[in-house]
């Protein structure tokens, strides 16, 4: 399967900036060997999937609410991200997760909802620094993926070592595809068939420099990019570092 190069722009960026980023992907989409999607916050959907419409590069939120409608102010539905024009949607993300208390039954009633509102989850999972020096990574990702994933998954798992995402620092390649490795484990003792072929994006300080390395390693499907995916010159080099 072709991997997937998603960028996540968080709570970044306004009309003219997402038109300076959006404007050069659509250009440099063009004949890449993995598929490309970007994540504006959800009041640039609209403007990017049309800057977008018709090319190689997809559209996705960022979080979305796990009931259809109702009296949840401030709160946006995964069938308004997907009437934006979103096609994906990241879910727990460890800024939602710590930020805004997300458990993993949280996350898995979001994931339940997207499915059903026709969008693609990428749901993500990883352990924090202590976890990870107390070897309990596998652990944490595992107690995660077990209960985030709803029965029958299908969708996208992005592994994120939180102390990786905004930092400048990456668990080396060993830890990546052993920790990869480990969640197609739990994907197939989870999904059955259908853990064997889901993507498993890596993410944590992506950028064009490590890209390779990491986009090489076994079981790693993509990259879930945020800095790097703010600059569109930074991002495609990542792209262009995927396996064809
Ligand atoms: P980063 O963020 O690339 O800036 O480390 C990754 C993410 O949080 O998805």
Redesign the pocket.
Known sequence: MRQLI?G?W?MNGLQERAAAIAAPLRRGADGLGCDLLVCPPATLITTVAHILAGSEVAVGGQDCHARGEGAHTGDISAAMLRDAGARYV?LG???RRADHGESDEMVRAKTVAATAAGLTPIV?VGETEAQRLAGEQNAVVGGQLAGSLPEGFVGVV?Y?PVW?????RTPTEEDVAAMHGFIRGRLVALLGEGGAGLRILY?????PSNAAALLGLPEVGGA??????LQAEDFLGIARAARA
């Open positions: 998603a996540n968080k990241i993300h460890s800024e993500c992005a994120e990786a995402i905004g930092t400048g993410g944590g300080s992506v950028k879930l990019v945020g800095g790097a995916s």
